[in-house]
Nanobody
Framework: QVQLVESGGGLVQPGGSLRLSCAAS????????MSWYRQAPGKQRELVAF???????SYRDAVKGRFTISRDDAKNTVYLQMNSLKPEDTAVYFC??????????WGQGTQVTVSS
């Protein structure tokens, strides 16, 4: 059973930074498309960024230039470095590992709140 455990969320002032981590069981990070999603209250879950050996790296427009996704295959961990945070970045952030319809796993989420 694949397990994904997110950490690193918290309360930060606008303009601040946070680094989220997603620790995965097994060696799935290198073999899967690893993504960060977020869901704000009353809104649908949205893709923030993904990293894949086959497809590279991609970001949603709203976070380009501010967020950086990376992975450490040796630690089976994916990171999301978030800089210049804005109140609209407030959401629960989820880690996802995907390798097809039958291989789609989610973490429990970590809360990020950007507020003064």
């Amino acid at each position: 059973q694949v397990q994904l455990v997110e950490s690193g969320g918290g309360l930060v002032q606008p303009g601040g930074s946070l680094r989220l981590s997603c620790a995965a069981s097994g060696t799935i990070v290198r073999a899967n498309t690893m993504s960060w999603y977020r869901q704000a209250p009353g809104k649908q879950r949205e893709l923030v960024a993904f990293i894949s050996s086959a497809d590279g790296i991609s970001y949603r427009d709203a976070v380009k230039g501010r967020f950086t996704i990376s992975r450490d295959d040796a630690k089976n961990t994916v990171y999301l470095q978030m800089n210049s945070l804005k109140p609209e970045d407030t959401a629960v952030y989820f880690c996802n590992a995907w390798r097809g319809a039958s291989s789609n796993y989610w973490g429990q989420g970590t809360q990020v709140t950007v507020s003064s």
